[in-house]
Each structure stands twice: as C-alpha cells, then as structure tokens.
C-alpha cells in the first residue's frame, strides 16, 4: 500500500496489501485520538483509538501510530479487505473536553481485487 | 442490542421553515452529541449533552440552532428558519460517559433545503 495524507483524499490499494492512512493533527494539547470508519450511507463507526501516553496501540488487522512531536497519527490496515473499502476520520479531542472530537476530512479508501 | 437511532432519515424542507431533528441514544449512554457533516467532509462538532449538566454548545453555528435532551434518553435539534447552507446530514452519537468513551454514531438525517 502506498502512504498518503488527508490532503490526497483517495487511497487505491490492492486487496491484500496493507494500507496506511495518515493524518496530521492541529491541537498540540489534544490527548485523546480515535479512528472512524464510515460507510456509504452510514455514521460513523469507531476502529480504534490511542491516547496520548501512548505512540502505538493495535487492534485486529489495526495498527495506530502517534507522533507527538511532529503532530501526526497514521492508521495501519493490514491485510486490506474489499469490506474496508470506506472513508476513514481521524478525530482528536477538543479541548478540556475528552469527549467533544474534532473530525478531519477523510481519506477514501478504495480497495481493487 | 439497539443501536442509536435517528429520524428522518431524510428531510427536504424550503428555505425560512422550521425543523426538528430526533436522536434516540443508546439505552443507559449519559452522553449524547450532535455532529454536523456537510458533503465530502469531516464531521463538525455542534452541541454535547452529558447527565444533568449544562450542556456545551459552544459548536452551534448559529441562534438559529438549539438542542434539547430529555433528561438521559431522546434529543431534539431544532433549525429555526433554515438556510440552503444547513443542507448536511445531521449526525447523532452516545456513549457511555462523557470521558474517554467509544461513540455510537446513528446513521443521521439527510437535510436538504431548496
């Protein structure tokens, strides 16, 4: 899979390839980072976060990664699958709030068999 | 279980008119947010409902928007004279707490005004 940021909104990977999506915060006090999924047609599904004491945390077939020296979060997809074909937010806390999110634009995913 | 649900799935109203827009959190979440998405783009933070307290609706982006919760279950959005750029899907989530929680997103409401 090749690495892109936000500001390229369309990842194409090969199905079976791993993907990696990368976001770059804005909030150097933020401390809370989630990952989302959304589908066509759908909310937002939660895939993973990582708080800020951490610089890497995994799930099933998920990877995130944080630096907070440079500000940035990449989400790691191994595996890529046809059912993670979506768009992909990455979401930091605003403020003093944890649960108030500021959402970024969003990466589509498309996978190709 | 039941998810959060949202209703209408879709709303097409004129510009002027008044609308309201309906969450049902997921049962025993204390906090409920309202998010707005605008075509193509990330979600934008409007208004958070947590227990008993004040609610934060510091992401309003007008007076002509406000929010009503009924205590711990259904919430209200309401659009007063709408304009064509409140055209967005209109996203509704909870969770269990106002910390560091996973956020059940519904599957919003389209809102478009001609």
């Known amino acids: 899979g090749e690495s892109v940021g936000l500001h390229l909104p369309t990842l194409s990977v090969q199905e079976g390839d791993n993907s990696i999506i990368n976001c770059a915060y804005s909030?150097?006090?933020?401390?809370?980072f989630i990952w989302y999924k959304q589908e066509s047609g759908k909310g937002p599904q939660f895939i993973i976060d990582?708080?800020?004491?951490?610089d890497k945390r995994q799930g099933q077939r998920v990877t995130v990664l944080l630096n907070k020296t440079v500000k940035h979060l990449s989400l790691q997809i191994a595996a890529t699958q046809p059912g993670d074909s979506a768009v992909y937010f990455c979401?930091?806390?605003?403020?003093?709030?944890?649960?108030?999110?500021?959402f970024g634009a969003g990466t589509q995913v498309v996978v190709t068999p | 279980g039941a998810g959060v649900s949202q209703s209408p799935s879709n709303k097409v109203t004129e510009k002027g008119k008044d609308v309201e827009l309906r969450c049902d959190p997921i049962?025993?979440?204390?906090?409920l947010y309202w998010y707005r998405q605008s075509l193509g783009q990330g979600l934008e933070f409007l208004i958070y409902?947590?227990?008993?307290?004040?609610?934060?609706k510091s992401g309003l982006p007008s007076d002509r928007f406000s929010a009503e919760r009924t205590g711990e279950s259904v919430s209200t959005l309401t659009i007063q004279r709408t304009q064509q750029e409140d055209s967005a899907v209109y996203l509704c989530?909870?969770?269990?707490?106002?910390?560091?929680?996973?956020?059940?997103f519904g599957p919003g409401t389209r809102l478009t005004v001609t």
């Open positions: 990582i708080r800020s004491n951490m």
């Open positions: 049962s025993g979440h204390t906090a």
């Open positions: 909030n150097s006090a933020s401390d809370y």
């Open positions: 409902f947590q227990g008993n307290s004040a609610p934060d």
């Open positions: 979401a930091e806390n605003l403020g003093d709030s944890w649960g108030k999110l500021q």
């Open positions: 989530a909870s969770s269990r707490g106002g910390g560091i929680y996973e956020q059940y």
